[in-house]
RNA sequence: GGGAGAGUACCAGAGCGGUCAAAUGGGGCAGACUGUAAAUCUGUUGGCGAAGCCUUCGGAGGUUCGAAUCCUUCCUCUCCCA
């Protein structure tokens, strides 16, 4: 299989230097990403990234990750972000192994194949470089016009916005450096990362080009749009992590079985290992009955089982065809406390005494001010006029009162605000 | 330092003595339709209530029967001149 063919109909080339598909054709090489350690999980903008790894190492080729343990202290000028914290070491090397747990689901690491991946943290040579090294040793073979000239660093000159920093303007290279390291010490002679990294990549290619007079390559994709414009891997509720802590498996599968048409098109490409004749016959099929969302579901499961499992797949659908289905009271009851609980993981619990419930209570006192679910019995009155709140899966109006009846298994009571919002009360 | 202007609900932006809880647009939320979509249409968007009442228009005072609207002062921002 050839990793640039393959990424091409892919649609995950952007740009390439010229005689990178020459020097892959022609050997086993080493290709590298930078992924910044600042949680110790990884989200899924990261994944473009690490498929891009996977489809490098089922072609043959050996992946090496670099967490910018050290970069990441500096920040990458093209975010404007404030001032970045520094991280600990102790705080470094935990993300580390969490994301290395994370990786291992995408790439592999502890085979005996001559292409496992290589995970390295470039805190391990940075930091050890003393200030007049680097400017001497490093500094001397780049000349400021040639960083000057980079896109990331003109914008920021050239501005109204507050200038940049000598740290800023330094970071260049530093990543730099880290393309040079790996070059000598792995034979690294790719690498490649979102289009916003050609700048970086490319010091780091003139870098090694002027202290050995070698050659190395630079391979970078397209960022990952939205069909509306919106930012990739973003929900109201923030970052989509791999993590189930910070996103449950529910909600990362709902991430992706919602997507849109026309994205899910272009994801399916990057995110799944599907053949590219199986994903064109999807597509047809999806086509020809959009509503059933074919691509969305196979995307969500691909993804839901590789990053999570088989289990945790089928919960979340077991959980959605709760949720969106037709769910009833009766339904509702049946399920055993563990599931009741497994499908409404993430959504907001409530808790309340039993005592209160001993009489019974109206619904704008209970909803906005016992449970606080809405913010004024304005708020209530106003949706129960809509027609927007459910309980236990049933409508309800204002002659609606909470008791003892409203419990399902003695225990919880199911609130809704639309149809997607789901709150539930416990009784303790 | 001198001069001009502006600050209104989540945002933008009308209102310039009573009919203003405050036009309009965007956003948000909900309903219908649908594919847990997009588009569209509808409702809603300060609080408590049955009518009605209470608190809001940068802050604090004042004029008036009555102020977001007039006056004083303070704060903040924008523009122009040096």
């Not at 993804?303 to 077991?318: G, K, M, P």
Request: glycine share 6%; aromatic share 10%.
């Amino acid at each position: 299989m050839n990793f640039v063919d393959e990424l091409r109909w892919r649609g995950m080339i952007h740009d390439m230097t010229p005689g990178t598909e020459e020097q892959l054709n022609k050997e086993m090489t080493s290709g590298y990403v930078g992924i910044d350690p600042t949680a110790d999980s990884l989200h899924i903008g990261h994944l473009v990234s690490v498929m891009i790894l996977n489809h490098f190492q089922r072609c043959g080729h050996r992946p090496i990750v670099i967490l910018g343990g050290a970069t990441g202290m500096i920040g990458d000028p093209s975010g404007k972000s404030q001032e970045r914290n520094l991280l600990t070491e102790e705080t470094l090397r935990h993300n580390q192994q969490a994301i290395q747990k994370q990786l291992k689901k995408f790439l592999d690491f502890d085979s005996t194949e001559k292409n496992r991946a290589l995970l390295l943290n470039n805190y391990d040579w940075l930091s050890k470089f003393s200030f007049l090294d680097f400017i001497r040793d490093i500094g001397k073979h780049l000349t400021v016009n040639y960083m000057m000239a980079k896109d990331s660093v003109k914008k920021r000159i050239a501005g109204e916005g507050d200038g940049m920093s000598f740290t800023e303007f330094s970071y260049q290279l530093a990543q730099g450096y880290d393309f040079f390291h790996l070059h000598e010490h792995f034979q690294c002679k790719l690498q490649m990362g979102g289009s916003d990294q050609w700048g970086n990549i490319t010091t780091g290619i003139e870098l090694i080009r002027r202290k050995t007079g070698q050659e190395a390559f630079a391979l970078t994709c397209p960022l990952i749009t939205k069909a509306d414009g919106g930012k990739f891997g973003k929900t109201e509720s923030g970052n989509v992590w791999l993590d189930p802590e910070k996103t449950s498996p529910y909600a990362f599968y709902q991430f992706w079985l919602n997507c849109s048409d026309e994205d899910s098109k272009k994801y399916i490409r990057i995110f799944s290992l599907l053949s590219k004749a199986k994903i064109e016959t999807l597509e047809k099929e999806h086509d020809n009955a959009p509503h059933l969302r074919i691509l969305q579901k196979k995307l969500a499961k691909e993804l839901t089982i590789r990053t999570h499992s088989l289990e945790d797949y089928e919960a979340a659908v077991n959980a959605s065809e709760i949720l969106f289905g037709k769910g009833t009271a009766q339904q509702l009851s049946k399920l055993s406390e563990k599931m009741f609980f497994s499908v409404f993981e993430g959504v907001p619990q409530i808790k309340i005494e039993k005592t209160l419930l001993e009489k019974p209570i109206a619904v704008e006192d209970f909803l906005a001010e016992m449970t606080e679910i809405f913010p004024s019995k304005s708020e209530v009155r106003r949706m129960l006029k809509d027609n927007a709140i459910s309980v236990n899966k049933s409508k309800i109006d204002d002659t609606y009162t909470f008791s003892h009846e409203s419990l399902i298994n003695q225990k919880y009571i199911l609130i809704q605000k639309g149809k997607k919002n789901y709150y539930i009360v416990i009784v303790v």
